[in-house]
């Protein structure tokens, strides 16, 4: 992330007092409209409310590390967290899926790996479904990093590890390119 935007922000935060932590602090790094303003930071339109509100709940319990999320999520209160992922949820999703081409991503996509092929769990066109996110037009570095994240073990909360059984056998490379292929979704 952006460090001085970061550091800005935890300065913001820690001035506020619980109640006003709402989604305009949040629309600095993810967006007016769920966009996000930096391809390191997640788009949060058009996810789906249930699994916003896990990650939040995640970050805020801890099974999910982000300096910063950890802390902004720890200043929300359980119906602030509600509201502010169905308030995100609704938005327009920063892009309609198109019919995915044929290509190396599409290959890596729809190739059956633990738990079986990214598409069954993730949808053909990327569309994901209830704690399921959707992938389809979210920012490339961030997908990147998530990957890379699920490989190294960083990022542990998925329900049974899923996600770290499936980016283990993953080179640099297909990371690359599935990042590249999601993004452009
Ligand atoms: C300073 C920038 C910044 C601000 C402000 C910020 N976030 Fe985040 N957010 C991030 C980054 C960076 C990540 C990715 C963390 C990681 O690497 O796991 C993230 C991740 C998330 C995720 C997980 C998305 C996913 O696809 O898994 C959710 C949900 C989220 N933020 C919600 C919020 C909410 C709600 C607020 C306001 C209350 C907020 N964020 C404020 C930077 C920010
Ligand atoms: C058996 C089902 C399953 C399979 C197969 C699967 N995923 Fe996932 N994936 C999930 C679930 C569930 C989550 C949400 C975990 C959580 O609660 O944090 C997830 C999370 C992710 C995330 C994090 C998204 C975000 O917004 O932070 C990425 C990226 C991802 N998966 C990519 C992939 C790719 C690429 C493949 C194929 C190589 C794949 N997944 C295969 C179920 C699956």
Redesign the pocket.
């Known amino acids: 992330?952006?460090l001085k935007?970061?550091a800005?922000?935890?300065l913001v935060?820690a001035t506020l007092p619980c109640s006003a932590?709402?989604?305009k602090?949040?629309?600095?790094?993810?967006g007016e409209d769920g966009v996000?303003t930096s391809s390191?930071?997640?788009?949060?339109a058009g996810?789906h409310a249930d699994?916003?509100l896990k990650?939040?709940r995640d970050?805020r319990g801890g099974q999910?590390?982000?300096p910063?999320?950890n802390i902004?999520?720890d200043?929300?209160k359980e119906e602030?967290?509600e509201t502010?992922?169905a308030w995100?949820a609704a938005l327009p999703a920063a892009r309609s899926s198109m019919r995915p081409a044929a290509s190396a991503g599409r290959a890596l996509y729809t190739r059956t790996g633990a738990g079986g092929s990214c598409a069954s769990c993730h949808g053909d066109a990327g569309e994901g479904g209830a704690h399921v996110?959707a992938l389809r037009g979210?920012q490339m570095f961030?997908l990147r990093?998530?990957l890379l994240?699920w490989r190294a073990g960083q990022?542990n909360n998925s329900p049974g590890r899923i996600m770290n059984q499936v980016a283990d056998p993953l080179s640099d490379a297909d990371i690359d390119t599935l990042a590249r292929y999601l993004s452009g979704m």
């Open positions: 992330m952006n935007t970061g800005f922000a935890v935060l932590v709402d989604h602090v949040c629309v600095e790094c993810h996000a390191g930071f997640p788009n949060l996810q699994y916003l990650q939040l970050f999910r590390s982000s910063f999320m902004v999520a200043k929300l602030e967290l502010i992922a995100f996110p979210q961030y990093e998530q994240n990022r």
